[in-house]
Nanobody
Framework: QVQLVESGGGLVQPGGSLRLSCAAA????????MGWYRQAPGKQRVLVAI???????TYADSVKGRFTISRDNAKSTVYLQMNSLKPEDTAVYYC?????????WGQGTQVTVSS
């Protein structure tokens, strides 16, 4: 079974940047779609960005122009570059991969944007 492990979260000041990584224990080529979701306290988990095996991307309106999702198949890793971070970006960020109609989730990494 493929495992997804996120890293790169932490505490950052408003306006700062972070890069999240999602490493797969196994090839990510089998994932048709990979993405990042986030869940703030007391709220539902929502889509942040997804990237298809073709390289096409989709972003939530709230992060367009600030976040960039990318994938490196050779390293079996998906990245989320987050710039111009805002306090409302504070959440646990989860990596998700979809393969054969099955969802695989990572354990999540905390991102806190605060001065």
């Amino acid at each position: 079974q493929v495992q997804l492990v996120e890293s790169g979260g932490g505490l950052v000041q408003p306006g700062g940047s972070l890069r999240l990584s999602c490493a797969a224990a196994g090839s990510i080529r089998s994932f048709n779609v990979m993405g990042w979701y986030r869940q703030a306290p007391g709220k539902q988990r929502v889509l942040v960005a997804i990237i298809a095996s073709s390289g096409s991307t989709t972003y939530a309106d709230s992060v367009k122009g600030r976040f960039t999702i990318s994938r490196d198949n050779a390293k079996s890793t998906v990245y989320l570059q987050m710039n111009s971070l805002k306090p409302e970006d504070t959440a646990v960020y989860y990596c998700k991969g979809i393969s054969g109609g099955v969802d695989f989730w990572g354990q999540g990494t905390q991102v806190t944007v605060s001065s």
